[in-house]
Structures are given as structure tokens and as C-alpha cells.
DNA sequence: TCATTAACTGTCG
DNA sequence: CGACAGTTAATGA
């Protein structure tokens, strides 16, 4: 893990919410202070327990944020990708920030102090409230979340998983673009990787999925809708 | 070649 | 459904 600069005007990121915010002249003073983290596969750049040093914008790479339970256990909270912030939770509170997050391949992290967020937060207001609308939403997400945990059976959670996975990344030559383990699955899902395993040879045999080494491939989206169907919310 | 790791299976409580 | 034991395959020092 490493820290260097790169500038926002030549990023290529067009989803990212600093980006799209760079046409007004304030956010220039604020975009030059910002750190960039450069991070190899499975680097942990938040550390649980420790104080948030302000907000992390992902620029490029894939990132898991995670909570870790009394037994050990990890539970992945989220799966981000790049134009997604992570950190939003913590910020603006003195309190410890509870949460873990990792590399989950090769990614650039554009860093923000609490300082800088503050001053961009009082001064562009176009940014202030995209952020809010970003929190609600983010809030909505997370009501949607208990009602799936309280709700849906262990098999329920993997489909699930994979149904987001699949539409928030996407498949590429057949498979989705993204490397979890299977370990990585149970944390998701809350439960073990036997379990998770079982579930996926098992949808495998059913045809609905494939597997090409620990990547997996959708291969019949309605099919495994139609399973959590009458929990009607997806994971968002 | 040996050691390590991850995917997977069987079985029990 | 979780926990534990054990097998297999891939990888790499």
C-alpha cells in the first residue's frame, strides 16, 4: 500500500462522484488535496476499530467492507467497484468506525481528509446535496438489507448474492466480473463456506449457475429470480 | 518434490 | 445449518 497523486481532470473514471462535480470552479482548491492510495489484491486500507481518516473514493479496483463478529466471523457489509465511496459511515463523527475494508484486487483509492470534506461540504452545495441523495439512498438500501437477513433462508442469501453480483458487475466471457472466494460468499451470506459450497455445486447441478475455477457464471437469471421472488426486494 | 491453500464432500449433533 | 474431518487439485518455493 502506497500513496502517490494522480490528477481528477485526467481520470477516466466517469462515475465518480468527485467527477462529476469537477465543471464548478470551487472543487479545484479541494481536488489537489486529496491522497491517492494505491492498493495490491486483498491490501486492508481501513483498519476496525481505528479512526476514519476521511472519505475513500475508488477510482479503480474492487473493495470489500466488513465487520468482524464476537466468534471471528467476518460478515462482508458491502461490495464496491469503482465510482463508489467508501467511509461514508464514519465520517464526520469522532467515534471509531467500526469497519474493515480490503482490496479485493489491484485498486486505486482517492483519499479525502475530514478537513477537505468539510470545507467542499460548506462551500459547493451541488455536491452537498448529491451527497444526501447518496445517503438516503444508501439508507434505503440498508433497511432493504435486515428484512433479507431476518427473511431469507441460507440458499435464499447465496442466489441472492449472486444475482447482485451479476448485475453490479456484470459477466464477462461468461462469467462474472468478479473474484470472490468462497469463503468471501459465506461472509456475504452469512454463513459458512461449507454451506455457501454446498448451495453452489448444488445450483450447479440445477444448471442455473457454472463455475470456471472460482469464478462463477450465471446461466439462468429468472430461474434463480424466481427463488426469491416472494421476498420481492433484490439486493440493490 | 514437498508444503500450502482452496474447493469440495461426508457425517454428526 | 453449523462444525469438524478428510480428500483432491492447483500452485509455488
Same mark, same amino acid.
Given at each position: 500500500?502506497?500513496?502517490? $497523486?494522480?490528477?481528477?481532470?485526467?481520470?477516466?473514471?466517469?462515475?465518480?462522484?468527485?467527477?462529476?462535480?469537477?465543471? !464548478?470552479? $470551487?472543487?479545484?482548491?479541494?481536488?489537489?488535496?486529496? $491522497?491517492?492510495?494505491?492498493? @495490491?489484491?486483498?491490501?486492508?486500507?481501513?483498519?476496525?476499530?481505528?479512526?476514519?481518516?476521511?472519505?475513500?473514493?475508488?477510482?479503480?479496483?474492487?473493495? @470489500?467492507?466488513?465487520? /468482524?463478529?464476537?466468534?471471528?466471523?467476518?460478515?462482508?457489509?458491502? %461490495?464496491?467497484?469503482?465510482? *463508489? +465511496?467508501?467511509?461514508?459511515?464514519?465520517?464526520?463523527?469522532?467515534?471509531?468506525?467500526?469497519?474493515?475494508?480490503?482490496?479485493?484486487? *489491484?485498486?486505486?483509492?482517492?483519499?479525502?481528509?475530514?478537513? /477537505?470534506?468539510?470545507?467542499?461540504?460548506?462551500?459547493?452545495?451541488?455536491? /452537498?446535496?448529491?451527497?444526501?441523495?447518496?445517503?438516503?439512498?444508501?439508507?434505503?438500501?440498508?433497511?432493504?438489507? !435486515?428484512?433479507?437477513?431476518?427473511?431469507?433462508?441460507?440458499?435464499?442469501?447465496?442466489?441472492?448474492?449472486?444475482?447482485?453480483?451479476?448485475?453490479?458487475?456484470? $459477466?464477462?466471457?461468461?462469467?462474472? *466480473? !468478479?473474484? %470472490?472466494?468462497?469463503?468471501?460468499?459465506?461472509?456475504?451470506?452469512?454463513?459458512?463456506?461449507?454451506?455457501?459450497?454446498?448451495?453452489?455445486?448444488?445450483?450447479?447441478?440445477?444448471?442455473?449457475?457454472?463455475?470456471?475455477?472460482?469464478?462463477?457464471? +450465471?446461466?439462468?437469471?429468472?430461474?434463480?429470480?424466481?427463488?426469491?421472488?416472494?421476498?420481492?426486494?433484490?439486493?440493490?
Amino acid at each position: 500500500m502506497k500513496e502517490e $497523486q494522480t490528477l481528477c481532470y485526467s481520470c477516466a473514471n466517469e462515475n465518480c462522484f468527485i467527477r462529476k462535480h469537477l465543471h !464548478i470552479e $470551487q472543487m479545484a482548491a479541494y481536488v489537489e488535496k486529496k $491522497q491517492n492510495v494505491v492498493c @495490491k489484491k486483498s491490501d486492508q486500507f481501513i483498519t476496525e476499530g481505528a479512526p476514519l481518516q476521511g472519505l475513500y473514493f475508488i477510482c479503480s479496483g474492487k473493495v @470489500k467492507t466488513v465487520k /468482524t463478529g464476537i466468534n471471528g466471523r467476518e460478515q462482508i457489509v458491502r %461490495l464496491t467497484k469503482s465510482g *463508489d +465511496i467508501v467511509g461514508f459511515r464514519g465520517f464526520g463523527t469522532s467515534k471509531k468506525y467500526l469497519i474493515g475494508a480490503y482490496a479485493l484486487e *489491484d485498486t486505486v483509492l482517492c483519499n479525502f481528509s475530514n478537513e /477537505t470534506m468539510l470545507e467542499i461540504l460548506k462551500h459547493v452545495p451541488e455536491f /452537498t446535496y448529491a451527497l444526501m441523495l447518496f445517503y438516503a439512498d444508501e439508507l434505503n438500501k440498508s433497511e432493504n438489507n !435486515i428484512r433479507k437477513i431476518a427473511h431469507m433462508n441460507v440458499r435464499e442469501r447465496v442466489i441472492d448474492l449472486l444475482l447482485y453480483i451479476h448485475r453490479k458487475f456484470g $459477466q464477462v466471457n461468461g462469467v462474472v *466480473d !468478479i473474484e %470472490l472466494s468462497r469463503k468471501e460468499i459465506a461472509d456475504f451470506a452469512g454463513t459458512t463456506e461449507e454451506q455457501a459450497i454446498r448451495i453452489i455445486s448444488s445450483l450447479k447441478k440445477e444448471t442455473l449457475i457454472k463455475t470456471v475455477g472460482k469464478r462463477i457464471g +450465471i446461466l439462468n437469471v429468472s430461474g434463480l429470480r424466481s427463488e426469491i421472488m416472494e421476498h420481492k426486494y433484490l439486493t440493490v
